[in-house]
């Protein structure tokens, strides 16, 4: 069984795609926990403390802002340390490769799921397995 890789060529476009992701990842989670900070120092700037007195009145819709920005970044964390794993894989040159069968995963896949390291014939199996 020989396994197959994508060139190098395409893993650098990868490698590009990956590090946009994450550089915008980066940049939205950094936006929400600025949002979250402000509204734990409400003595902060005036501008935002007079913001934040508005917001008192509703401060259940507040802090279920609050749980979905959570949520939102526990996701956005998981979604970052899956474009880390899959930059490693780049450096190693694993992938895009299926670890089971050896064959390339599709180029759309690998986007969509950029730490994938089945492909999508094999997760199958493995889940039927697994059950
Ligand atoms: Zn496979």
Redesign the pocket.
Same mark, same amino acid.
């Given at each position: 069984m020989t396994k197959k890789q994508y060139s190098e060529k395409k893993l650098e476009k990868f490698r590009e795609v990956i590090i946009t992701k994450m550089n915008s990842v980066a940049t939205e989670v950094g936006s929400i926990q600025d949002g979250i900070n402000t509204s734990k120092n409400p003595n902060g700037a005036l501008s935002q403390d007079s913001i934040y007195s508005v917001h008192m009145a509703d401060a259940g819709t507040d802090s279920h802002e609050r749980e979905k920005s959570f949520l939102f970044m526990t996701r956005e964390d998981k979604y970052y340390r899956n474009l880390t794993v899959a930059l490693e894989r780049i450096e190693s040159k694993e992938f895009g490769t =299926?670890v089971? =069968?050896g064959?390339l995963i599709p180029e759309e896949r690998m986007l969509e799921v950029p730490n994938a390291n089945? =492909?999508v014939? =094999?997760k199958t199996k493995d889940k039927l397995n697994s059950v």
């Open positions: =299926c089971i =069968c064959e089945k =492909c014939a =094999c």
